[in-house]
Nanobody, 115 residues
Framework: QVQLVESGGGLVQAGGSLRLSCTTS????????MAWFRQAPGKERDFVAG???????NYADPVKGRFTISSDNAKNTVYLQMNSLKPEDTAVYYC?????????WGQGTQVTVSS
């Protein structure tokens, strides 16, 4: 079965950086569109960044210029490089993927940014 496993979350001070990884198995990774979402306490899950199977990327406005999504087909892994982190970036970050829609989700990784 398809599995997505996130890693790389943690506690960081404002202005710092983190890199999240999402490693997939049980799927043809190169044929999937992949994305990162996040959910802060008491809020809905929001789109953060996406990368298509063709390598096109898009970002939510709050993270443009600070976050970068990338993928490595050889490692079946998608990354989210997060720079200039702010306290409002604190959330559980989820990896999602699929062929036509985001059918598969990881369990999430906590990112906490202290002020």
């Amino acid at each position: 079965q398809v599995q997505l496993v996130e890693s790389g979350g943690g506690l960081v001070q404002a202005g710092g950086s983190l890199r999240l990884s999402c490693t997939t198995s049980g799927c043809t990774f190169s044929s999937y569109n992949m994305a990162w979402f996040r959910q802060a306490p008491g809020k809905e899950r929001d789109f953060v960044a996406g990368i298509t199977r063709g390598g096109n990327t898009n970002y939510a406005d709050p993270v443009k210029g600070r976050f970068t999504i990338s993928s490595d087909n050889a490692k079946n892994t998608v990354y989210l490089q997060m720079n200039s982190l702010k306290p409002e970036d604190t959330a559980v970050y989820y990896c999602a993927g699929g062929y036509l829609s985001y059918n598969y989700w990881g369990q999430g990784t906590q990112v906490t940014v202290s002020s």
